[in-house]
């Protein structure tokens, strides 16, 4: 029989016969099957971070083989440690016995120790001759930098955008992840060795052909700032979210007055709802189904 989990434990069963010949009574018939399984808060994660092994690590003091084991899965944990909806302790296996583990805050203080500890810049591995074209420094762009460079790629990352970090710096409002940590981590980027081109939009400055012709590999990470339209009158007379965020980052929106509605339940409408707040409005949130139906996470409601 397989336990799989307290939710669905066996029945304990009972003796109903004499225990004189079998002193332990029947209980033995019943032996538990142990089954090897990926911890569940790794499944959850997205990029499924060896996370009982690094916590065990800072458990034990050894601080640098736990930074070791989460930059393997994660090469920006002081940003994921701030922003990340930590699907991870949704599925933590403490919950069942009073809170799940706050992994995400976690690897908040091994990010924080990892940048201010300029750790990374001992990662670069060997050289290789090849040379890799990346378009868009946004979290995918700046991810495949940092992995492909430690496999020793020369690697070069064009933005359109005269500061990298795509939505990160533009789309996540500071009270969430301040820039100074996006900073951090994309200087530890440029010490790995990464070149980053900022001001060079792709077909515009640079074509798809340039790339293919110039370099061995070419990575678009463009992002998905393509917003959905909702097929409404007037809705040309909206103001899309990450547009907003992204004024707002540029600090040409420094403060707002009157009533403002939100469409939208997800995380981006209520970071906008949350900026629009901080900046002096009074703002209402419009969304078509119920609160519990909104997908954004929780703790943003
Ligand atoms: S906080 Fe996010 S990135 Fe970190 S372990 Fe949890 S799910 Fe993964």
């Given at each position: 029989?397989?336990?799989?989990?307290?939710?669905?434990?066996?029945?304990?069963?009972?003796?109903?016969?004499?225990?004189?010949?079998n002193?332990?009574?029947?209980?033995?018939n019943?032996?538990?099957?142990?089954?090897?399984k990926?911890?569940?808060?790794?499944?959850?994660c997205?990029?499924?971070?060896?996370?009982?092994?690094?916590?065990?690590?800072?458990?034990?003091?050894?601080?640098?083989?736990?930074?070791?084991i989460?930059?393997?899965?994660?090469?920006?944990?002081?940003?994921?440690?701030r922003?990340?909806p930590?699907?991870?302790?949704?599925k933590?296996?403490?919950g069942e016995?009073?809170?799940?583990?706050?992994?995400?805050?976690?690897?908040?203080?091994?990010?924080?120790?990892?940048?201010?500890k300029?750790?990374?810049?001992?990662?670069?591995e060997?050289?290789?001759?090849?040379?890799?074209?990346?378009v868009?420094?946004?979290?995918?762009?700046l991810?495949?930098?940092?992995?492909l460079?430690n496999?020793?790629?020369k690697?070069?990352?064009?933005?359109?955008?005269?500061e990298p970090?795509?939505?990160?710096r533009?789309?996540?409002?500071?009270?969430?992840?301040?820039?100074?940590i996006?900073?951090?981590?994309?200087?530890?980027l440029?010490?790995?060795?990464?070149?980053?081109r900022?001001?060079?939009?792709?077909?515009?400055?640079?074509?798809?052909?340039?790339l293919?012709?110039?370099y061995?590999?070419?990575?678009?990470?463009?992002?998905?700032?393509l917003?959905?339209?909702?097929?409404?009158?007037?809705?040309?007379?909206?103001i899309?979210?990450?547009?907003?965020?992204?004024?707002?980052s540029l600090?040409k929106?420094?403060?707002?007055?009157?009533?403002?509605g939100?469409?939208?339940g997800?995380?981006?409408?209520?970071d906008?709802?949350?900026?629009?707040?901080?900046?002096?409005?009074?703002?209402?949130?419009?969304?078509?189904?119920?609160?519990?139906?909104?997908?954004?996470?929780t703790?943003?409601?």
């Amino acid at each position: 029989m397989k336990m799989e989990g307290l939710k669905n434990l066996p029945e304990a069963p009972i003796s109903l016969l004499s225990t004189l010949v079998n002193k332990t009574g029947s209980w033995r018939n019943i032996k538990p099957v142990f089954v090897e399984k990926t911890a569940p808060c790794i499944d959850a994660c997205p990029s499924h971070i060896l996370i009982p092994h690094y916590i065990d690590r800072i458990l034990r003091g050894t601080i640098d083989e736990a930074a070791e084991i989460l930059l393997k899965d994660n090469p920006f944990p002081s940003i994921t440690g701030r922003v990340c909806p930590h699907f991870c302790e949704g599925k933590c296996n403490r919950g069942e016995y009073d809170d799940s583990v706050s992994i995400r805050e976690i690897e908040r203080y091994l990010g924080d120790y990892i940048v201010n500890k300029k750790w990374k810049d001992s990662l670069k591995e060997q050289q290789n001759a090849k040379k890799i074209a990346i378009v868009g420094s946004g979290p995918a762009g700046l991810s495949c930098a940092h992995f492909l460079r430690n496999f020793g790629y020369k690697v070069i990352v064009f933005e359109k955008e005269d500061e990298p970090g795509g939505v990160l710096r533009y789309g996540i409002p500071e009270y969430r992840l301040p820039k100074v940590i996006v900073k951090k981590e994309i200087d530890a980027l440029l010490r790995e060795g990464i070149e980053i081109r900022t001001g060079t939009t792709l077909g515009k400055d640079i074509s798809l052909d340039d790339l293919e012709a110039n370099y061995d590999a070419v990575f678009l990470g463009t992002g998905a700032i393509l917003e959905r339209k909702m097929n409404i009158p007037g809705e040309e007379y909206l103001i899309e979210g990450l547009n907003f965020l992204k004024e707002v980052s540029l600090g040409k929106i420094p403060d707002v007055k009157g009533k403002y509605g939100v469409i939208g339940g997800g995380n981006v409408a209520m970071d906008v709802a949350r900026t629009l707040l901080r900046l002096g409005a009074e703002v209402y949130i419009l969304y078509r189904r119920t609160e519990n139906e909104m997908p954004a996470i929780t703790e943003e409601i």
